[in-house]
């Protein structure tokens, strides 16, 4: 049996791979650190299946005398890595908490199952596995025309939380190449979903549609992303798992790139449908437009050949598909919203964030 430590499984990708993992596979133990920053919540993880081989622990990534307690405690052979800041906002209003998660919490990690492992099996961990959770955000932005990121395009962040990921990924590169940790990295482009916190995107423009507040596109709204279903994201995680050999990396995404604008106005076409009675149909007319994000990267794409040719994998869902079924989770589930919607610290970031934006 595989006894697993997960990183950041109160979040939204995170606690929907627990979801999935717990699921999908019967020969293994969830172990879920999480912190409960403002973006995780036990709320995410209410109803798991097979809750017996699930266990939840408060605590933080850079505490390294937890993480080495936990790691003897469960006898932890997998170690699968979603904790992180992921705001790339707030990484520019406040990047000192990206640094300390990002970079110290990976580093952290890194030390103790190093000790742990390597230490206690000798040259014979091959039956470990560190996997790393990371972003397209690492190689920076694309001209229009330029051909999508590969697994080779060079590094080139260009916002606090995007050069704290890239400072993890080389730090868990560099444990392997120095001291054989076998990891694997997968560098993923934009999710959406369930249970996704919204002050991203798409969960922001539901919310904010849902009750006639503003939708705020920032700059010109061509700005492009490569958008993935986040159940999409959890099948490539595990097909990397069960089958890449240590020390690969693979390059994950959706293999559509629309433009910000355009992900609005479908959203706002889908409420308007699933809405017929809202008051604020056509819900188009709430997008406004707002002063750009600083340093804001053009566009993303991801060229996902090598996890198609090598590994097999290809996302199930199509934009429109995900869009909607999103939509309809965020309706249908108002009592999350509602949860996240009262939290003072809530108000107070839409309040920092958008208030002195201005069109
Ligand atoms: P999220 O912000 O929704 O969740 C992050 C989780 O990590 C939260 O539950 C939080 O409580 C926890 N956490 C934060 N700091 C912690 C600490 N110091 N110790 C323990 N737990 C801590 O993030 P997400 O969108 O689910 O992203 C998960 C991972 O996937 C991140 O590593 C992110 O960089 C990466 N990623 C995200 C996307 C995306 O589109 N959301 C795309 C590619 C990669
Ligand atoms: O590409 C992967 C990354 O995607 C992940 O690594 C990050 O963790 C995740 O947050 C996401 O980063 P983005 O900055 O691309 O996501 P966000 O949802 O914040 O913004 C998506 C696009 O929408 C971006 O071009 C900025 C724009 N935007 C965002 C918000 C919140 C707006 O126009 N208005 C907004 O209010």
């Known amino acids: 049996m595989h006894k697993i430590l997960i990183t950041g499984g109160a979040g939204f990708i995170g606690s929907n791979f627990v979801r999935f993992l717990l699921g999908v596979e019967p020969d293994l133990h969830v172990v879920n650190l999480d912190a409960l920053t403002y973006a995780g919540s036990l709320e995410n993880l209410e109803n798991l299946p097979n809750p017996d081989r699930y266990s939840f622990i ?87 025309g330029a051909p999508a990121f590969s697994e080779e395009t060079p590094y080139a962040p260009n916002s606090p939380y995007a050069a704290s990921k890239a400072a993890s990924d080389h730090l868990v590169r560099s444990y392997g190449h120095t001291y054989g940790l076998p990891y694997t990295i997968t560098n993923c482009s934009n999710n959406y979903g369930p249970y996704q916190f919204p002050e991203k995107l798409i969960p922001l423009m539901i919310l904010n549609a849902m009750v006639g507040k503003p939708l705020p596109i920032y700059g010109d709204g061509q700005q492009i992303r490569d958008w993935l279903y986040v159940e999409d994201h959890c099948e490539a995680i595990l097909t990397v798992l069960q089958h890449s050999q240590p020390g690969k990396t693979y ?14 106005e479908t959203l706002c076409e889908i409420l308007d449908e699933l809405l017929p009675d809202s008051p604020f149909r056509p819900h188009s007319e709430l997008m406004t437009f707002v002063t750009d994000r600083p340093g804001h990267d053009r566009r993303y794409a991801m060229d996902i050949s090598k996890i198609k040719k090598e590994l097999g994998w290809q996302p199930r869902h199509s934009l429109d ?15 999350w919203v509602d949860a996240i919607r009262k939290q003072q610290k809530y108000q107070g970031w839409i309040e920092q964030n958008y208030e002195k934006r201005g069109n």
Request: proline share 2%.
């Open 251 to 264: 390059n994950i995404g959706g293999e559509n790139q629309p433009a910000n604008l355009t992900i609005v």
């Open 58 to 144: 408060k605590g933080n990534i850079c505490d390294r005398i937890l993480i080495d307690t936990l790691l003897r405690k469960y006898d932890i052979d997998t170690v699968i890595h979603f904790a992180a800041e992921s705001h790339v906002d707030r990484s520019i209003l406040g990047p000192e908490q990206f640094i300390q998660t990002n970079i110290n919490g990976t580093f952290t990690l890194l030390e103790a199952v190093r000790q742990y492992w390597i230490g206690k099996k000798g040259d014979s961990v091959k039956d470990v596995r560190f996997h790393h959770i990371s972003t397209d955000e690492v190689f920076g932005s694309l001209d229009s």
């Open 321 to 335: 598909s995900g869009l909607l079924k999103t939509v309809q989770w965020y309706l249908d589930n108002s009592q």
